[in-house]
Structures are given as C-alpha cells and as structure tokens.
C-alpha cells in the first residue's frame, strides 16, 4: 500500500461520521517553530475570529477539557510542567495535549521562561499525526483571547486613552500585537516591569512596531494601573502583589492573563469575567484565593461564553477584570489551524517510519534482514 496523504484539515461535517469513514494510520511530522510562526504571522484578525469561534464551541458544550495537571518540584518551587489535555468537536474535530513547562528561572540565563509542544491525535484512529512546537501557539493562543475578551468586554467602552503592561515579556509582545489589530488605537502606551532593562526594551518594541503612540516607562506598577484605561496583566507573579482596590477606582478593563496579580479585596470589588469557572478555581489564582476566603463563587459574574452570545453586559461603571486560565481547546484549534495551512503550503515533511511495528502478527525486518 502507498504512502496516505498527509491528513488535512478537516472541511466542515458532521462529527458522527468521523468513525464511519475508512481508516488508516496517518503519517507523523514534526512541525518547528519556523513552520508555526510563518503560518501565523500577520494573521491576527483571523486567529483572534478563530479562538472566539473556538470559546463558542467550548460553551456550547462540543469540547471536552478536562483539568489541567501541574507537574512540581519540591527542589525547584518556582518550576512547573504543565498537561493541558483536549478535544475539539464541531465541523473541524481534533484531540490532543500540550506539555508546557514554566521555569522563570530560565530568564536569569537569558532563554525564554515558557517552552512546550503541542501533540495532535487523529479522531478517527486516536494516532498522533504531528508535533507542533508550540511556545508561539501558546502565546498566540493566549493573544488571542486576550483580544477577543478586549473586544467583547469593551463593546460599551471608549477607546481606551492608555493602555499599561505590566510585565514585558514575550506574552506582552503578543498581546499587544492582537489588540492593536482589532483597531482601537489608544493615545499613548505605558510600560512597567521589575527589570528596568526589560521596561525599556519593550518600550523600543512598542515605539518601532506601532502607531506612533507616546510609550511610556513608569516606575511603579501602582502609577501604571491608576493611569490606564486597560491593564494588562503579564507577569511572572505566583502570588498577588496589586493589592489596593482604590489604584482602580477609574474603573479600567483588566486583561488579567497571569492569573495570580490581583488581591482578593481587588477581585470582590471588581465585575469578573473568567473563560472557564471549573479551570480557573484553582492552582491558587487570584479568583481562587477569592473563593477560598469567601467560602463561594458568587463574585464571578460569568463567562466569556456568557458575554459573546449577549447573555452577560460587562458594565462601564465598573472595574471589569478577565481571567483566562488557558484552555487546552484553544491550543488545539490553533495548532489543527497550523497543521492544515501548512499542509496547504507544502512546508510539512512526514517521519518516514515512526509509526514501525504495524502488523498484528509479523514484527518487521530489520535493515540486515533479521526479524
């Protein structure tokens, strides 16, 4: 039998019929990041339309996601591994993981904190078809739903006049990017991060890449949150350090993405959206510390499904804070996406044999002949 196509992306259909159709063990590539930023990008507007479409599904129940599982290390507290397991349904089905590690310690020897790969399982057979690196899926994924939270929490918002960053790493570089596609330019920019260093150096970033913008590099993530419209949220914090909620008695729209930078007093005082309330109770983050000392939930007023299909307004009058834990169905859809635009390409290239032992009741030859 001759070598199956590569498998594509899916055209739309009905999810039932993916375990009629006929089977046969596809071939495995290994994607590199090269691969993965070249089809990516430019292509803000149709990733960001993407991971919405994406959170839909999730809300309408054609995902499956279960918790993700932290891999820690008592001799390196600070380090995790994170399995972040998934199925997507809907007219484009794929299942999968992605294994990604956080070593903030990494920064001290000048390689990025983040790294990880992405596994794409076939499902029809269950095989696993590619390896995608995946550091750039996770950050654009994580983009992404930045920007569609930005454009659905803002609908009822001028167009902010400052937007801060607080934390200037590679996320940040990535966020900015998809929220100055959705085309909300604000009037000036500013900067704040522990490193002075890394401050200036994404403050150079925002002036050469964007708009022409003042940036400004402030000393003290207090004057940065009381002086923007939006705060976004990117640090490496594992405990909450934005502890005062009359920093944000303007009422700002928080893209809390790191998860763990905002004190309880700050969360109760604040309209809180989340992308999944199961997911992002945990792990110690900052709705989690919330819940924990209220004993309930009651201080979240809902999803981002919730407010994409109009069930849930995000008030102007209020500090509206969106914390996204990271959903692996996200990471899938982007990197199925990956997958099929480069298959369309041509820039994926097949493992000839890693897939060996096929047959059920012969083992194969080796290359001098002996089984």
Not at 188 to 194: F, G, I, P, Q, T
Not at 202 to 211: E, I, P, S
Not at 318 to 323: A, G, I, P, W
């Amino acid at each position: 039998m001759g070598r199956p196509l590569l498998r594509a992306g899916r055209p739309e259909q009905d999810p039932g019929d993916i375990v009629s159709e006929q089977t046969e063990v596809p071939p495995f590539c290994v994607v590199p990041g090269s691969t993965v930023h070249e089809v990516l990008d430019g292509r803000q507007t149709e990733i960001t339309d993407l991971v919405e479409a994406a959170y839909r599904l999730h809300g309408e129940g054609h995902t499956i996601n279960p918790p993700s599982y932290f891999l820690r290390f008592p001799d390196r507290p600070t380090a995790r591994i994170i399995a972040l397991p998934a199925s997507v349904g809907g007219g484009r089905p794929v299942d999968g993981i992605k294994w990604i590690s956080s070593f903030p310690s990494n920064l001290d020897h000048g390689i990025p904190r983040a790294s990880a790969v992405l596994i794409l399982n076939d499902p029809a057979t269950g095989y696993p078809y590619a390896c995608l690196e995946s550091s750039i899926i996770s950050a654009v994924r994580t983009a992404a739903s930045a920007a569609v939270a930005a454009r659905a929490l803002g609908e009822n918002r001028p167009a902010p006049g400052r937007v801060g960053y607080l934390g200037t790493g590679l996320i940040a570089r990535h966020v900015h990017s998809y929220l100055a596609a959705l085309g909300r330019a604000p009037r000036e920019y500013a900067v704040h991060d522990l490193s002075t260093e890394y401050a200036h150096g994404f403050a150079d970033h925002l002036r050469t890449t964007g708009d022409g913008s003042p940036v400004h590099v402030l000393d003290s993530a207090e004057e940065l949150v009381r002086s923007s419209d939006v705060v976004v949220c990117a640090t490496t914090a594992s405990t909450p350090h934005l502890l005062d909620p009359s920093w944000f008695a303007h009422h700002p729209l928080v893209l809390h993405v790191s998860l763990r930078d905002l004190g309880t007093d700050v969360i109760l005082d604040s309209f809180n959206v989340v992308d999944d309330v199961e997911h992002v109770l945990k792990a110690d983050t900052s709705v989690h510390l919330a819940e924990q000392r209220t004993g309930g939930r009651d201080f979240l007023d809902g999803t981002l499904y919730d407010v994409l299909t109009g069930a849930l307004k995000a008030p102007a009058d209020r500090t509206v804070v969106f914390s996204p834990f990271g959903l692996g169905v996200l990471d899938l859809t982007v990197g199925e996406h990956v997958h099929a635009r480069a298959q369309e390409g041509g820039l994926l290239r097949p493992v000839d044999g890693f897939f060996h032992d096929l047959d059920r009741h012969s083992a194969p030859r080796s290359k001098g002949g002996r089984r």
